[in-house]
């Protein structure tokens, strides 16, 4: 089935700074999205981009679907931007919606 | 988006005992996912639900331990059966419009 990674596992950041994160997958995609899961465990979708760049605020993302990989900018980053951010990808055979591992962030005050 | 609810969002169980979530969604939607994610770890897909027929499970998940029902289009139950503390998980349904997820439900098995 596809695989999906993503880098770096775990990010520290103090208040403001700006990040990338990326995930990489193994085959063309039909669906790729963004989630950010918040300390409470709550799963909130950012951005649906199977292919090109979107922004919402102070997110962005980006996917090179014919590269296999996408980009998540956070710019200007805060406290409440802290928690688990996963990509999750839907193959074009047909594969079920498959999770990255995640990268755990956490903004320093 | 669709709007889900999911229920309880949070339990503490005795092992051997068997815990029912139950998912709520504000239109109605062919397809319905459950996922568990184990502690530190990412989320992995238990099994699909369609309305009116068997859901279909994932590699490693038994309808034995997870069976779950779907009685109509806006409306199923996963159950987690003669529980151990490994079951110890958030559990997670979605649905099939842009994955929207409920906001799920921290098991802890004691």
């Known amino acids: 089935g596809i695989q999906v990674e993503q880098s770096p596992p775990d990010l520290i950041l103090q208040e403001g700074a700006n990040s990338t994160l990326r995930c990489n997958f193994s085959d063309s995609v039909n669906n790729l999205q963004w989630f950010h899961q918040n300390p409470w465990g709550q799963l909130i979708n950012l951005f649906y981009i199977p292919s090109g760049t979107k922004q919402n605020g102070r997110l962005s993302a980006t996917t090179v679907a014919t590269e296999r990989y996408s980009l998540l900018y956070i710019s200007s980053s805060q406290t409440t931007d802290s928690g688990v951010y996963f990509c999750a990808v839907e193959g074009s055979y047909g594969q079920n919606f498959v999770f990255g591992p995640g990268t755990r962030l956490s903004v320093l005050p | 988006s669709a709007v889900i609810s999911q229920k309880p969002s949070r339990d503490i169980c005795q092992r051997g005992t068997s815990l029912t979530i139950q998912c709520q969604v504000d239109s109605q939607v062919t397809m319905m996912f459950w996922y568990r994610q184990q502690p530190g770890q990412s989320l992995t897909l238990i099994a699909t639900a369609n309305q009116g027929s068997e859901a279909t499970y994932e590699s490693g998940f038994v309808i034995d331990k997870f069976p779950i029902s779907r009685p109509n289009l806006t409306f199923s139950t996963l159950t987690v059966s003669n529980m151990s503390p490994e079951d110890s998980s958030i559990y997670l349904c979605?649905?099939?419009?842009?994955?929207?997820f409920g906001s799920g439900t921290r098991l802890t098995v004691v």
């Open positions: 979605s649905v099939e419009e842009y994955r929207s």
